[in-house]
């Protein structure tokens, strides 16, 4: 097939990925398994360019171990994503005139079905376009029903284990979606606020404190005051009791050594109901828990004074101010600048409240997750992210995970009238062992509440291959070999993952973690719709081409280094990819052929023996370059092949040494140089091996070893070496026509051998 003049992805990325589909599934040697689980994107998820440098990542991975002969698994699949999939239907039903509000459970269950039916998994066509080798048929959902079983036993498991228990604690709370939400849920806004300092008063004394406070609508939750125990300023109160403000209510002054000395007044209001910090103070003293704030976010207790209470927050902070002012317990007013924290979907300010919740015992499950760690069996690349893994897992709390929603896997547990409590698989067992009690069927219900997402995601490498069940793929692909993800879920997933599956499978769920680094625009900017910066990977794809995309993101990915993204980035990467088909091109006009083995040629002269030696150490840098996850320094050895290596110079002596020996092993050169660069660019490198006549694909092609064994000179590759030096010194020097110039010149002239006869190629 003649290839065209230009290079035009569009013609052909659709049509070679539809034509290999059928080749990703897990085929080759069973003891060479190499298996990455999908990070499961969101099933109301489209393509962002976090997702496509995670995805790209992963299909280099995949498809460089396939051709290498691995039985290879990418698994794939869609999180339900509870609250986001929940808030989306929501607005979709309000479009219609529907408030969600008026549907029963089942109805708005039923609605979110039928939206995932007919919208889910658009990410999946979207994916493809980017040429992910994945096998579609294997997909997972975390809605499925046999992942709902497994998610089931899980929670039963570890209930009755006591790794789950029922608490009040503090949790995140969204005053507008009525539920506890995760850390990751939550942005934090730097804004300017206010510091109000009040005064307290000591009781049987003249003597007042003053509290330097942001929220002064929780003093009402007040059960102490701590102070430092070596600051002397306070050291006389110790002991005894203030007031607070509106109140007959007394409080202890305490101290405590999280107190801040040089922070504000040095004296802290201990709101334990409304503070994670204030709540850890609580714990170790013993202090009354008083919430003041209903889960509505109105003023709301017998605690709060008649005047504010049913009062919505911020009203509410208002009018307490300017009661304090008037009646003089505001001593000062300081502007700051302070983070807020905001639900990412409701926009609105997350309360610090106690609700009572089912936690998991994660301290527990740390102590193997760590050890895993620390011995190696799990390894970060880069390194430093094992620092960061250790921070949170050492000093991890009760990780909170139900959520106050419809959408998700609903707690397995059912309640007695009286309270009493039936943690079982299915209604059915719950029944049975309440009917042991005395209680009849009519008289239990179900929680209401639905698992953190994260609970689910957590079983991901394990539940996805088929646990409980003992199933061949969990035989051959578990542990799983590579995780690819970001570090902003080093805590909220692949922990998670880790305690999971130390517990549930007794090893680890994969060998290495790769955290990729964050793409933000060309100027080094995060990303985001406000700043008009957003880019979007399916527009660069369309103009450029998917390969280009892929070959700048990873191209990018230098370790510890966020990754500036731009058009012009892609466009160098496309007129790359534009070199090596005009390459192709040009190899094709001196009828040069393809289907050639390294033992049909024979491998004589410095010309040949170069190349060949150039080729086999690629392969061996490629090969290490993989195995050290630099994908950068992958992309950059393969451009430097084909353009400084083969153009540059091998394709140019052509022009002047174009035996049909010396053609051969360009076919066969050019043809193992698109095997080694298709895990990076797979649609061009297939479009030419099939255009070329090399192959109908590249998707299982493996090298030929016979081209390793071929024993070359050394004495030979350093000579073409110096000669190749010498060539790029006179180019540089060419439009100058200087002394410098000429000097090089005349040694060119006067190279020896067979080399003289390709020196017109600096003319």
């Not at 990751?184 to 300017?192: A, V």
């Not at 517990?503 to 955290?515: A, E």
């Not at 005009?582 to 024979?602: S, Y």
Request: proline share 4%.
């Amino acid at each position: 097939m003649i290839l065209d003049k230009t290079y035009t992805p569009k013609q052909f990325e659709r049509q070679i990925y539809d034509a290999t589909v059928g080749m990703f599934y897990p085929a080759g040697l069973v003891d060479r398994a190499y298996s990455v689980v999908m990070p499961p994107p969101n099933v109301t998820g489209s393509l962002h360019v976090g997702h496509a440098l995670t995805y790209t990542i992963q299909d280099v991975l995949i498809r460089y171990h396939r051709q290498n002969g691995a039985n290879t698994l990418w698994q794939p699949g869609i999180d339900h994503a509870g609250i986001a999939t929940q808030m989306v239907v929501t607005r979709e039903l309000e479009a219609l005139g529907v408030d969600a509000k008026t549907l029963s459970r089942e109805e708005l269950i039923q609605k979110i079905w039928d939206w995932k039916t007919k919208s889910g998994g658009l990410i999946f066509e979207q994916q493809k376009a980017l040429g992910c080798s994945v096998p579609w048929d294997l997909s997972r959902f975390t809605m499925d029903d046999d992942y709902c079983h497994a998610v089931r036993k899980v929670f039963v498991t570890l209930y009755k284990e006591g790794l789950i228990f029922k608490d009040k604690r503090l949790v995140n709370w969204d005053t507008k979606f009525k539920t506890a939400i995760s850390d990751l849920e939550i942005q934090n806004r730097e804004e300017k606020g206010t510091l109000w300092h009040i005064k307290y008063k000591i009781t049987d004394s003249d003597e007042s404190v003053i509290i330097a406070t942001t929220r002064p609508e929780t003093m009402f939750g007040d059960t102490a005051i701590a102070v430092h125990p070596d600051d002397g300023r306070y050291s006389h109160l110790v002991g005894k009791c203030a007031i607070v403000p509106y109140t007959d209510r007394l409080i202890p002054i305490i101290t405590d050594d999280y107190i801040d000395i040089e922070k504000g007044t040095g004296c802290l209001k201990v709101t334990p109901a409304h503070d994670p910090n204030d709540f850890a103070i609580g714990k170790r003293h013993g202090l009354d828990m008083i919430t003041v704030i209903d889960k509505d976010g109105h003023m709301s207790s017998e605690h709060v004074p008649e005047f504010l209470r049913g009062v919505y927050l911020k009203k509410a902070r208002k009018m307490l101010i300017e009661k304090l002012k008037g009646d003089d317990f505001l001593v000062m007013e300081e502007e700051i600048i302070h983070a807020i924290p905001y639900g990412d979907r409701s926009g609105t300010v997350i309360e610090p409240l106690l609700t009572e919740q089912w936690f998991v015992d994660a301290k527990t499950l740390a102590k193997e997750a760590i050890e895993v760690v620390e011995d190696g069996r799990i390894k970060f690349f880069p390194e430093k992210w094992e620092n960061t893994y250790f921070e949170w897992m050492r000093n991890i709390e009760p990780w909170c995970i139900s959520r106050q929603i419809a959408w998700g896997h609903q707690i397995p547990v059912w309640y007695g009238p009286n309270g009493e409590m039936f943690v079982e698989m299915d209604e059915q067992s719950a029944i049975a062992e309440a009917a042991k009690c005395g209680i009849p069927m009519e008289d239990i219900k179900r929680d209401t509440d639905v698992l953190d997402t994260w609970f689910s995601s957590a079983l991901w490498p394990f539940v996805t291959l088929g646990w409980p069940k003992n199933t061949e793929q969990l035989k051959i692909f578990y542990p799983t070999s590579t995780l690819v993800t970001g570090f902003d879920i080093i805590f909220f997933w692949v922990a998670r993952m880790i305690m999971m599956s130390m517990h549930f499978m007794k090893d680890v769920p994969f060998k290495d973690v790769y955290i990729h680094a964050l793409v933000r625009d060309d100027k080094g900017q995060k990303m985001s719709k406000s700043k008009g910066n957003v880019i979007d990977p399916l527009e660069l794809m369309d103009e450029f081409g998917a390969d280009a995309l892929r070959f700048t993101l990873v191209f990018m990915s230098v370790p510890g280094r966020d990754i500036k993204l731009g058009r012009d980035s892609v466009k160098i990467s496309r007129n790359f990819i534009t070199k090596i088909w005009n390459a192709a091109r040009f190899l094709q006009t001196k009828e040069v052929a393809f289907d050639r083995r390294i033992g049909d040629v024979r491998i004589e002269g410095k010309l040949i023996n170069w190349i060949i030696a150039k080729l086999q150490k690629l392969v061996k840098k490629i090969d290490q370059d993989m195995a050290e996850y630099r994908f950068d320094y992958a992309t950059r050895d393969i451009q430097f092949f084909i353009r400084n290596i083969f153009c540059d110079f091998f394709v140019e002596a052509m022009k002047f040494q174009d035996d049909d020996n010396t053609k051969s092993v360009a076919g066969i050169v050019f043809a193992e140089f698109l095997r080694i660069a298709h895990p990076f660019i797979p649609f061009v490198t297939d479009q030419l091996a099939k255009s070329l006549g090399i192959c109908e694909t590249l998707v299982l092609k493996q090298i030929d070893e016979a081209i390793l064994e071929v024993k070359t000179s050394e004495l030979d590759e350093k000579e073409v070496d110096e000669f190749v030096g010498l060539v790029h010194d006179i180019r540089a020097e060419k439009q100058k026509e200087n002394t410098i110039y000429e000097e090089l010149k005349e040694r060119l002239n006067n190279w020896p051998g067979e080399l003289q006869r390709v020196s017109e190629i600096v003319r």
